[in-house]
């Protein structure tokens, strides 16, 4: 294990700071995209990734699952040179404090930083590194959206209606009770609308 650790230990790192670089420099990227000026085929494959269902659930818990599992490594990794420290509870409170903004620099606040500064300099290797990870992420990040959903319509909020703004709501709901049945005659698969409990 003493040998497993280290390797195990900078591999979640690295993981953790291209998880937290991807959600930077892909979304600067994206938002920024141009075809007549972004010619390069590596930056029209970060738009297309960018909008990939599926995308945003697989780096979120990649960047969750990666950061706790780097710091909770790194944390058994240097418990022993708390011991002499006491009581428990200090050292345990001064170990947090010191390892806590480390991983958290390195892992989300320097890649935000360059991902920022350097977004096309770092794309490709950037890209590359997406590649290798989203499968990793992608089935488990898939799960944790349909739970979200599922949880949503638990407390009677339409997930699928999420981008609607409060008036096109409003709108949509008067739409659809005024021509109700008609769209009903017409339509095999007429929408639906959840309303809220409070109207």
Not at 125 to 131: F, H, S, V
């Amino acid at each position: 294990m003493n040998v497993i650790a280290p390797f195990l230990l900078v591999l979640l790192l690295t993981l953790a700071f291209f998880q937290s670089l991807t959600r930077v420099l892909f979304g600067t990227i994206a938002s920024h995209f141009d075809p007549t000026r972004d010619v390069d085929p590596v930056l029209s494959k970060i738009k297309q990734a960018w909008e990939l269902p599926g995308f945003h659930e697989a780096l979120s818990f990649g960047r969750a699952a990666t950061l706790s599992l780097s710091f909770l490594l790194l944390f058994t990794q240097v418990r022993p040179l708390f011991e002499l420290v006491h009581p428990a509870s200090l050292a345990l409170a001064l170990e947090i404090l010191l390892l806590f903004p480390l991983v958290y620099g390195a892992t989300v606040i320097l890649p935000g930083i360059l991902g920022t500064l350097r977004p096309y300099g770092l794309a490709r290797l950037c890209y590359a590194a997406w590649r290798t990870s989203f499968a990793l992420f992608a089935a488990p990040g898939r799960t944790s959206r349909l739970l979200h959903d599922a949880l949503l319509k638990v407390g009677g909020h339409d997930p699928s209606q999420a981008f609607l703004t409060d008036e096109e709501k409003r709108r949509l709901e008067k739409d659809s009770g005024a021509t109700g049945d008609q769209t009903a005659a017409d339509d095999p698969q007429p929408l639906r609308v959840r309303r809220h409990p409070s109207r």
